[in-house]
């Protein structure tokens, strides 16, 4: 064939079209996400065939309600929220874990402070409807020795959660132990006390990434490439934060990195585990995993108990190994 033939019949074949796939967050834009922003910024969804869009949620409820309803091919959640959804119904699991350690938590002023579950009777908490902590409380409450109704929930947008600890329109806020920079830039410096949820028995998966069952049959290579793109994203903010909160910036311009590097850095800590260091970022652990489901089932009040196969499934993880110091 002379060149000019073979020229015009590269021109009549069809274009590469990379494969849509919607990856739903579970928030408005904050330092843990950056890492999927570097994976699409890197080429490393392109190198997978995906074209892949990223998306703001309002909380995990909403980014599991999506993920299920095929609005999203996989989605960011609380693991605890994944397992309590699938007793009512979703097909959503769990098929990599982001934060290892569990970060939920309660942030109050230092001069009103709640820092003992005690604390929390008859206060007010300001949280979205779909928000982690407010799904998983009848569990921490259990646990904990209290009523579910001794606290009074009310609806507060992702975005405006801070400004409503700020101004005393509740008590306290629910948010992981990464959005403490957040409280602090509200608030003010040495005015915002936690009450991490972890240091009162409630240990178990958080921040994860999962997948409908639609998703996994229908298309389980293309999810194996998105879990593994998004895992070397991990690996290039764990190698250069700085970098990739550069590349965030310049995707998301709203944002303010000061605040989401230091946000994104406590998020870190919660990944540099022993877990990670063995077997590769996002790698789960089946036994806390199922220790995990037990723990929803004994104290959630689900309508069925769930079974730990039906909440996570690690098979379509590819290792991609974790570059920082394991905490001792």
């Not at 939920?104 to 007010?124: E, H, Q, R, V």
């Not at 409908?212 to 879990?227: Q, V």
């Not at 089932?297 to 974790?322: Q, S």
Request: aromatic content about 10%; charged content about 25%.
């Amino acid at each position: 064939m002379t060149s000019v033939a073979m020229m015009a019949a590269l021109a009549a074949a069809p274009a590469f079209s990379a494969e849509k796939f919607t990856f739903a967050m579970n928030w408005f834009p904050v330092g843990d996400h950056a890492a999927y922003w570097v994976a699409k910024e890197k080429g490393y969804y392109a190198e997978k065939g995906l074209d892949v869009t990223l998306e703001s949620s309002k909380g995990s409820g909403d980014s599991i309600a999506k993920v299920d309803t095929g609005r999203a091919d996989a989605g960011l959640a609380d693991a605890a929220v994944i397992i309590g959804s699938r007793a009512r119904g979703t097909t959503v699991k769990v098929v990599g874990i982001i934060f290892d350690s569990s970060p939920m938590n309660f942030f109050s002023k230092a001069d009103s402070a709640i820092t003992t579950p005690a604390d929390l009777k008859g206060k007010t908490i300001g949280a979205p409807a779909g928000d982690s902590q407010r799904l998983m409380w009848p569990a921490f409450a259990r646990i904990n020795n209290l009523d579910v109704n001794d606290i009074n929930w009310v609806n507060i947008e992702p975005t405006a959660k801070y400004a409503a600890l700020a101004e005393g329109r509740a008590d306290a806020v629910t948010d992981y132990t990464t959005g403490f920079p957040m409280a602090e830039k509200a608030v003010g410096e040495g005015k915002v006390v936690s009450l991490n949820w972890a240091d009162y028995g409630f240990e178990l998966y958080a921040m994860s990434i999962m997948a409908s069952d639609a998703t996994m049959k229908d298309r389980p290579d293309a999810l194996k490439g998105f879990l593994e793109a998004s895992y070397k994203g991990w690996q290039d903010v764990m190698n250069d934060p700085e970098a990739a909160m550069a590349i965030y910036k310049k995707a998301v311009p709203e944002i303010d990195e000061v605040a989401l590097s230091a946000n994104m850095q406590l998020g870190l800590d919660l990944m540099k585990t022993q877990n990670f260091k063995d077997n590769g970022i996002g790698a789960i652990d089946m036994t806390k995993a199922c220790a995990s489901v037990d723990l929803v089932n004994t104290y959630m009040g689900l309508p069925a108990e769930v079974k730990c196969e039906d909440a996570f499934d690690a098979g379509f993880l590819t290792r991609v190994e974790m570059p920082l110091d394991v905490k001792k």
